[in-house]
């Protein structure tokens, strides 16, 4: 366990004092250096104990949602028992506990929102007899927790949004230039954090993912029109609404504002302001959106679409289920699209930024997404190609019941080398969908319909047909490699029987 070895701590504060200044130190306590006092009076005072942090439970998480407690005040713990439940950007995931000792004292609420990795939420101690020390102990101040970080840090561990300060004029890389035009913020919306005050690529997605809204935006809402206009796009769309919002603003003067809902205990807003209400956005659906602005605004997307003929798919389901063997469409569609990506290896990449080249994959690692409560996910069935159909459809019924539970693994939903979105259960004929990064392509897979053709014999005939759209990164893929993989995914799903083998 970390613990606070404050003598040695003490004897280099001692030595720092002059002889000549002749002070009396009798502890560490005692010396007046300005905010050293406190802090050293209340580690003092306490005995050896390790504080709980929040973990990056997946390599992009910032922040996180304590969801649920396992654990209590009092409790004794061993490496392996399951801490709390922690929203990250991805799923609810288990925390497991790595240090035997008790539960002195839960810094964080249940519910509570917004805690960035690193953060104090629990204490722990060696001995049963410590845990009444921490009685009223309430984690470290903002000034101590902070370690030397900005005030804008220290409110934002409080639940409040940083205030913005610096100068009018600001300074973006090339990156953090674009995100902004297409995520309707300003580079006042945005705390910068490069050198010499620069905006970076990751300052805007700290922001999207935090739920950051336009000042601009927040100022219209409270009824008071922006000190300056827009510009760029968002200026053309402000002047368009301008007349509305005037002729909206003149009998508010003489009413009474509408009462706002309170906050619920939980301290995620929920304003109703006039005709819309805002609801609470999860930890996942924000950096969804964060990351798929990103995709469209600087991948550029190249889209093709086919039409598959999946009457032999439908003759063959009708067999297998006879013999009690149960295939869906999807599980046809995954392994058909895997057996393509074999086929034309120069799909199976993806685009290398910093190398500024496209890189092949070393297998293929199919990513299904799964709507769930809290946002998209993509549990991913990896070397797909390598798999049975039957063994194919019995993992992504497993993956995707864990999923809609939030009990993924971390390795079970990072990663894949392409991905398959399918809403034709839904009944949507065709649709394209966002590239999601780092993968270089995604399927978009409509409805099976039933069309009329004409036959070689010139009689007319109905078959059933499914429209897929593959939505490609173009520095990836160019137009002879998606049309190779849709010919390819074409030839599988015609002639479903070689699946099988």
């Given at each position: 366990?970390r613990?606070?070895?404050?003598?040695?701590?003490?004897?280099?504060?001692?030595?720092?004092?002059?002889p000549?200044?002749?002070?009396?130190?009798?502890?560490a306590?005692?010396?007046?250096?300005?905010?050293?006092?406190?802090?050293?009076?209340?580690?003092?005072?306490?005995?050896?104990?390790?504080?709980?942090?929040?973990?990056?439970?997946?390599?992009?998480?910032?922040?996180?949602?304590?969801?649920?407690?396992?654990?209590?005040?009092?409790?004794?713990?061993?490496?392996?028992?399951?801490?709390?439940?922690?929203?990250?950007?991805?799923?609810?995931?288990?925390?497991?506990?790595?240090?035997?000792?008790?539960?002195?004292?839960?810094?964080?609420?249940?519910?509570?929102?917004?805690?960035?990795?690193?953060?104090?939420?629990?204490?722990?101690?060696?001995?049963?007899?410590?845990?009444?020390?921490?009685?009223?102990?309430?984690?470290?101040?903002?000034?101590?927790?902070?370690?030397?970080?900005?005030?804008?840090?220290?409110?934002?561990?409080?639940?409040?949004?940083?205030?913005?300060?610096?100068?009018?004029?600001?300074?973006?890389?090339?990156?953090?230039?674009?995100?902004?035009?297409?995520?309707?913020?300003?580079?006042?919306?945005?705390?910068?954090?490069?050198?010499?005050?620069?905006?970076?690529?990751?300052?805007?997605?700290?922001?999207?993912?935090?739920?950051?809204?336009?000042?601009?935006?927040?100022?219209a809402?409270?009824?008071?029109?922006?000190?300056?206009?827009?510009?760029?796009?968002?200026?053309?769309?402000?002047?368009?609404?301008?007349?509305?919002?005037?002729?909206?603003?003149?009998?508010?003067?003489?009413?009474?504002?509408?009462?706002?809902?309170?906050?619920?205990?939980?301290?995620?807003?929920?304003?109703?302001r006039?005709g819309?209400?805002?609801?609470?956005?999860?930890?996942?659906?924000?950096?969804?959106?964060?990351?798929?602005?990103?995709?469209?605004?600087?991948?550029?997307?190249?889209?093709?679409?086919?039409?598959?003929?999946?009457?032999?798919?439908?003759?063959?389901r009708?067999?297998?289920?006879?013999?009690?063997?149960?295939?869906?469409?999807n599980?046809?569609?995954?392994k058909?699209?895997?057996?393509?990506?074999?086929?034309?290896?120069?799909?199976?990449?993806?685009?290398?930024?910093?190398?500024?080249?496209?890189?092949?994959?070393?297998g293929?690692?199919?990513?299904?997404?799964?709507?769930?409560?809290?946002?998209?996910?993509?549990?991913?069935?990896?070397?797909?190609?390598?798999?049975s159909?039957?063994?194919?459809?019995?993992?992504?019924?497993?993956?995707?019941?864990?999923?809609?539970?939030?009990?993924?693994?971390?390795?079970?939903?990072?990663?894949?080398?392409?991905?398959?979105?399918?809403?034709?259960?839904?009944?949507?004929?065709?649709?394209?969908?966002?590239?999601?990064?780092?993968?270089?392509?995604?399927?978009a897979?409509?409805?099976?319909?039933?069309?009329?053709?004409?036959?070689?014999?010139?009689?007319?005939?109905?078959?059933?047909?499914?429209?897929?759209?593959?939505?490609?990164?173009?520095?990836?893929?160019?137009?002879?490699?998606?049309?190779?993989?849709?010919?390819?995914?074409?030839?599988?799903?015609e002639?479903?029987?070689?699946?099988?083998?």
């Amino acid at each position: 366990m970390r613990r606070h070895l404050l003598t040695g701590g003490f004897a280099l504060l001692r030595r720092a004092v002059q002889p000549s200044a002749r002070l009396a130190v009798r502890d560490a306590t005692e010396l007046a250096l300005p905010g050293w006092t406190p802090l050293l009076r209340a580690f003092a005072s306490l005995p050896q104990h390790t504080e709980l942090t929040m973990p990056a439970l997946s390599p992009t998480m910032a922040q996180g949602n304590l969801v649920t407690w396992s654990i209590k005040e009092g409790q004794e713990v061993a490496p392996g028992d399951a801490i709390a439940e922690v929203e990250t950007d991805k799923a609810t995931m288990t925390w497991e506990n790595q240090d035997d000792g008790f539960v002195a004292k839960l810094l964080v609420p249940e519910g509570a929102q917004g805690i960035e990795v690193g953060a104090p939420v629990a204490i722990l101690v060696e001995e049963q007899g410590d845990i009444a020390a921490f009685k009223d102990y309430a984690g470290p101040s903002s000034s101590q927790a902070g370690g030397g970080g900005s005030a804008g840090q220290g409110e934002a561990a409080a639940g409040r949004a940083p205030a913005v300060s610096g100068p009018t004029s600001y300074r973006l890389g090339p990156a953090a230039r674009m995100l902004l035009s297409g995520s309707g913020l300003s580079p006042g919306d945005v705390t910068p954090t490069g050198p010499h005050g620069i905006v970076t690529k990751g300052d805007v997605l700290a922001a999207l993912a935090s739920g950051q809204a336009p000042r601009a935006a927040s100022t219209a809402t409270e009824g008071t029109e922006p000190a300056a206009k827009p510009a760029g796009k968002e200026g053309t769309e402000a002047a368009a609404t301008a007349p509305a919002a005037k002729e909206a603003a003149k009998p508010a003067s003489s009413a009474p504002a509408p009462a706002q809902d309170p906050a619920p205990a939980s301290g995620r807003r929920r304003k109703t302001r006039g005709g819309h209400t805002d609801v609470p956005n999860s930890q996942i659906r924000r950096i969804i959106a964060a990351r798929l602005s990103e995709s469209k605004s600087t991948i550029p997307h190249l889209y093709l679409s086919a039409d598959v003929d999946m009457d032999a798919v439908a003759a063959l389901r009708a067999g297998l289920k006879t013999q009690g063997l149960k295939l869906s469409v999807n599980d046809f569609v995954v392994k058909a699209a895997a057996g393509a990506l074999a086929a034309v290896p120069a799909a199976n990449a993806h685009w290398d930024v910093e190398g500024a080249r496209a890189v092949r994959d070393p297998g293929v690692d199919i990513a299904i997404a799964v709507a769930t409560e809290a946002g998209l996910i993509t549990p991913i069935v990896r070397g797909a190609d390598a798999k049975s159909l039957p063994a194919v459809a019995e993992e992504v019924r497993e993956l995707a019941a864990r999923a809609r539970r939030n009990r993924l693994k971390p390795e079970e939903f990072q990663g894949g080398s392409f991905s398959i979105s399918n809403l034709g259960m839904y009944g949507i004929d065709s649709f394209s969908a966002i590239i999601n990064p780092p993968q270089a392509c995604i399927m978009a897979v409509g409805a099976s319909r039933t069309v009329t053709v004409m036959g070689a014999d010139g009689a007319l005939a109905t078959k059933s047909v499914m429209r897929v759209t593959l939505s490609a990164d173009h520095r990836v893929y160019d137009g002879e490699i998606a049309s190779d993989l849709l010919a390819a995914f074409k030839a599988n799903l015609e002639a479903p029987f070689k699946l099988l083998l």
